[in-house]
């Protein structure tokens, strides 16, 4: 396995927004994952390694970090269950991959754009490299530099994509909403990127953004409830 001395891993300050941040065990075990990652495709003993992967087991990550080998199985219970790690036996050693290993250590972008999106819970998939060059070339058209041009997707395309995500909006809903606004959003601004609206539509509500109250439903749900002391109340009205 090739390794450089002078490697260095990007950590960018947002990950104290991380879930896993205030988990000594866990954060250390993480980092320590980025720090051991393969920078580039390699091979060891004819195991074929991508870039983001490594061979190691419980025994020694948990010897290296001074921790037992239970916390060990227990932070990697933790970090697949939030999709930042993966491992698959392989005879007497153990391949981990960082999942997004790109997106945390990319080499051809600037320092602050890695771990700025870590998952914040564990039904939120993580924004991919590829979805951040949309952002990005948002961002990019705003400021007045070239971005490609908006085209509307097809319904297929938006149920493809969730099914990719795997989230819980409905593609059709989605489709026939921005559909019916002529691809503009609340503000009457014209869609930037239709992936990274299905993504806010995943943080809010779980998809259910956009979604109208029914038309023979109470309407009075709509507002928040209050709590009132009607005992008190009562008082008041037989005083007056």
């Known amino acids: ?6 490697a260095y891993i990007k950590l960018y300050k947002k990950i104290r927004e991380w ?8 954060f250390k075990i993480f980092i320590d994952c980025l720090i051991r990652a393969n920078w580039k495709d390699t091979s060891w003993k004819g195991v074929e390694l991508k870039r983001g992967q490594f061979i190691s087991s419980l025994s020694n990550l948990a010897k290296d970090n001074g921790l037992t080998v239970q916390n060990v199985r227990t932070v990697i219970k ?3 269950s939030t999709g930042e790690l993966t491992n698959l036996r392989h005879g007497n050693f153990t391949i981990f991959t960082v999942k997004n290993y790109d997106y945390y250590q990319s080499a051809n972008t600037p320092s602050n754009i890695t771990l700025t999106d870590l998952q914040q819970t564990s039904n939120k998939p993580l924004t991919t490299d590829k979805e951040y060059k949309e952002i990005k070339n948002n ?16 319904l297929e395309e938006v149920k493809g994509y969730c099914t990719e995500r795997n989230n819980k909006v409905d593609p059709k809903r989605f489709y026939d909403y921005y559909t019916a606004s002529d691809w503009k959003d609340s503000k009457g601004n014209k869609v930037k990127s239709w992936k990274q609206k299905v993504i806010s539509w995943e943080r809010s509500d779980n998809g259910n953004a956009g979604k109208k109250p029914a038309a023979n439903g109470n309407r009075f749900h709509n507002f928040s409830e209050r709590d009132y002391d009607f ?3 009562e008082k008041k009205f037989a005083g007056n």
């Open 1 to 6: 396995m090739e390794r450089s001395e002078n």
């Open 19 to 26: 879930e896993w941040y205030s988990e000594p065990y866990t």
């Open 78 to 80: 933790r970090l697949k």
């Open 139 to 154: 961002k990019k058209e705003k400021r007045g530099g070239k971005a490609h041009p908006f085209t509307p997707p097809t």
């Open 231 to 233: 005992n008190e109340l």
